[in-house]
C-alpha cells in the first residue's frame, strides 16, 4: 500500500518503503534507470533536469521527453539528491543523505565542484534557492546555509537560535528577503539576505499546518500546508494572513510544490494524486487535474517548461507533462 505523505520525513521514508529498485523505468546506454523515485526537478535552458532521490542520479531530458543523459558517476557524490536547482550555467543538487551539494555544468554535465564540510552547515539539506550571485540551502534537521553559487564558497550559516527553524524545509527568496517553511514549528521565517539577520518568526496561527512549499506571486508570498490541506496567501512585508484556502472544491490532499506559470498557482498533491490550478488573483479554482492516464503517483514536485507542466511523480517513477493552457496530458515519461 502507498505511503501517505503527511510530511516531508514520511516522503523520503517512501525510498525505504518501496525499495531502491526502479518501478519499470527503463535504462540509458549504461544501464542506469533513467527515474528512480524523482523527487525534484528544475529547468535550465531547454533541458529539464531530474534528481533521483532512490537511484543517487540526475537525469537530463530534451523537452520533448527523449532522455539526455544519466549522470551517477560516484565522482559526483550523490546520496539521497532530493532537490535540484538551475542557474544560467550551472545545476546545484542538494544531497539530503551526503549533507552534500553537488554543482553540474548544464551544458555537459560533467562535475564542476563537490560542496560539503562541517563550516557549511549542511544537515539533511532540502531545499535550494537562488537570490542572484548566491544560493541559499534549507537544511532539515538545522538552519539555513549561504554560499556563492559562482565559486562555492560559503557564506554564512544561520543557525537555528537565530532563526527559530523547526524543520526548515523549503526557502524562497525576494529582494533582501529569505523566507523558510518550518515544517515541525508550523511557521515561517523571514531572513534578512544580506546578514542573515531575523526579520520576523511568524507563528501562533492555525493557518501553517506542516508549511512545505512557497512560492511569491504579485508581491505576496503562498504557502503550502501540507498536513492542513490548505493553501495559505502571506503579506510578506506584515506577516499578515492575506486568505487561506481549504474548500473541498479544491481538493487539496497533502498539498506539497507549488509553482506560477500562466498567471495561475500550480500545485501538486502528493497523497491526493492531482494537480491544482487556480488564480492567486482571486484564490479561484481553475481546473483540479485528475484521471488515471496521467499516472499521478505521488506527485511531489513540478516546474514550467515553455508551455508545459512537468510533474514529476516520487512513487511512479514517472514525469507527467501536461499543456499549461488546458490541463490535457502531453505525456508520460517512463
Known sequence: MRRPLRSLAAAVSLLAATGLAALGSPADAQGRPALDHPFGVAVGGSHVWVANAA?????????????????????????????????RTNVWVANKSGNSLTELNARTGRLERLVRGASYGFDDPIGLAFSGPYLWVA?????????????????????????HFDNPVSV????????????????????????????????????????????????????????????????PDSGAIVRSISDAQFKFNAPWNMIIDHANLWVVNANGNTLTELNPATGALVRVVSAKAYGFNNPIALVAVGGDIWVANGAGNSITVIKAATGALVRVIH
Do not use: H, M, Q
Open 172 to 235: 524562497a527568496v525576494k529582494g533582501n528577503t529569505v523566507w523558510v517553511s518550518n515544517e515541525a514549528g508550523n511557521a515561517l521565517t523571514e531572513i534578512r539576505a544580506s546578514d542573515g539577520t531575523l526579520i520576523r518568526y511568524v507563528e501562533g496561527t492555525n493557518a501553517y499546518v506542516g508549511p512545505i512549499g512557497l512560492v511569491f506571486n504579485a508581491g505576496d508570498l503562498w504557502v503550502s500546508a501540507a498536513s492542513g490541506n490548505a493553501l495559505v496567501e502571506t503579506d
Open 139 to 163: 537544511n532539515e534537521s538545522s538552519g539555513l546555509s549561504e554560499l556563492s553559487a559562482l565559486n562555492g564558497v560559503r557564506v554564512r550559516v544561520v543557525k537555528p537560535g537565530v532563526g
Open 55 to 87: 537511484g543517487n542520479s540526475v537525469s537530463e531530458f530534451n523537452t520533448n521527453g527523449t532522455l539526455v543523459r544519466t549522470i551517477a558517476s560516484a565522482a559526483d557524490g550523490f546520496n539521497t539528491p532530493i532537490a535540484i536547482a538551475t542557474n
